[in-house]
């Protein structure tokens, strides 16, 4: 089994930064186990259906965004330490959810909700006006 424990949430006003991180465990998942999978971050606001904000690949070489946090955020990850972050900058109000990560069943990035097989229980970004 695996567990993603998210961290980094809060509240910031607008044109803030955070940087969120997801740590990843496991009896059996090893920093090789790691390594071998894209990880993702969602987020779902109040009222709406979880939506995809990034991704990232197995070695960290490739990265995908949703429109919306394009040129803002940036996901990295230590596989070193098991472990993805996510950086966002010039926070909006309409960025305010619930940020969840996820652990892809690929090694490349991916937009696809379905396409990942653990989550985290999520951390709260609230960015205030």
């Known amino acids: 089994q695996v567990q993603l424990v998210e961290s980094g949430g809060g509240l910031v006003q607008a044109g803030g930064s955070l940087r969120l991180s997801c740590a990843a465990s496991?009896?059996?998942?090893?920093?090789?186990?790691?390594?071998?999978?894209?990880m993702g971050w969602f987020r779902q606001a109040p009222g709406k259906e979880r939506e995809f904000v990034a991704a990232?690949?197995?070695?960290?070489?490739?990265?995908d965004y949703a429109d919306s946090v394009k040129g803002r955020f940036i996901i990295f990850r230590d596989n070193a330490k098991n472990t993805v972050y996510l950086q966002m900058n010039s926070l909006k109000p309409e960025d305010t959810g619930v940020y969840y990560c996820?652990?892809?069943?690929?090694?490349?990035?991916?937009?696809?909700?379905?396409?990942?097989?653990?989550w985290g229980q999520g951390t709260q970004v609230t960015v205030s006006s």
């Open positions: 996820a652990k892809s069943t690929l090694s490349i990035a991916s937009k696809v909700l379905r396409g990942y097989d653990y």
């Open positions: 496991g009896r059996t998942f090893s920093t090789r186990t790691f390594s071998m999978y894209a």
């Open positions: 990232i690949n197995w070695s960290g070489g490739s990265t």
